[in-house]
């Protein structure tokens, strides 16, 4: 039976998820609290959870998955009973979000509709990733593997993360690239991921800029030099004679 303590407990989480729907959610300005319960997928997935959660930990057989097959059924979010949550955690629109068995997830962290915190091959273990406190996961995001995604990262949209990021990081790209905005923490749980830095992009735009430099300068060398007699071009090599295949006749190779 549930005792005053634990009611009192799932109140106050109710309420702090409520109100971090309220704080990060423009949609979800001037609407009322009961609202928000009965129609915010990732808070009525967050309430669902908190329940299976404590059901599994009690050691109840069942019911738990059962739980976790209704809601994600129902909301499109699959949180895995056994995945550790903490308070303040907002899931946006939430349709295809799914979080591991061994994920770990700190307080007031904000995931966007289809991010996979995510495991790799077959071990066991703890193989899904911790994400600490005040993360920001953008859409399409996949975290994958035993990592950790330090307090104040900002994981930008579709990335895929196989690699620990440092706190107050910004990474972009597939592979997830760690980077930093300006050489400062990316300012609070915003979705401003049009501005997100691309390293690669970078890269590529400072190589295309030596190109040009080079080519100018080779063309200043030729403009100033005297003619030269071009060198003869290389005699083409003989056409290669083609053998027409013949078909293979026998047993198939893959079976059948």
């Not at 009690?58 to 809601?71: D, E, K, N, Y």
């Not at 030269?228 to 083609?242: D, I, K, Q, W």
């Amino acid at each position: 039976m549930l005792g005053v303590r634990s009611l009192a407990r799932v109140a106050g989480e109710l309420r702090r998820d409520i109100t971090a729907a309220r704080d990060r959610d423009p949609a979800a300005r001037g609407v009322s609290p009961v609202e928000i319960l009965a129609t915010w997928p990732g808070v009525q997935a967050l309430l669902a959870h908190r329940v299976s959660h404590a059901l599994h930990g009690a050691g109840l057989p069942l019911l738990p998955r059962s739980i976790t097959m209704v809601t994600r059924t129902l909301t499109g979010i699959e949180i895995h009973p056994a995945a550790a949550v903490g308070n303040g955690l907002f899931i946006d629109h939430g349709a295809g979000v799914v979080i591991g068995e061994t994920a770990r997830i700190g307080d007031d962290v904000t995931l966007y509709q289809g991010v996979t915190l995510g495991g790799t091959g077959f071990a066991t273990g703890k193989r899904h990733p911790t994400v600490q406190d005040n993360v920001t996961i953008g859409s399409g995001a996949k975290l994958l593997g035993p990592i950790t995604i330090g307090h104040g990262a900002k994981i930008g949209a579709n990335s895929v993360v196989i690699h620990d990021v440092p706190p107050n990081s910004t990474v972009v790209g597939n592979p997830g690239h760690p980077v930093r905005v300006d050489g400062r923490r990316p300012e609070g749980p915003d979705a401003d991921w049009v501005h997100l830095p691309d390293p690669l992009a970078e890269a590529i735009a400072g190589l295309a800029s030596r190109i040009s430099a080079l080519e100018r300068a080779v063309a200043e060398i030729n403009s100033g030099s005297p003619s030269r007699p071009r060198a003869p071009a290389p005699a083409l090599s003989p056409v290669a004679e083609v053998s027409p295949l013949r078909p293979v006749r026998g047993p198939n190779p893959a079976g059948g």
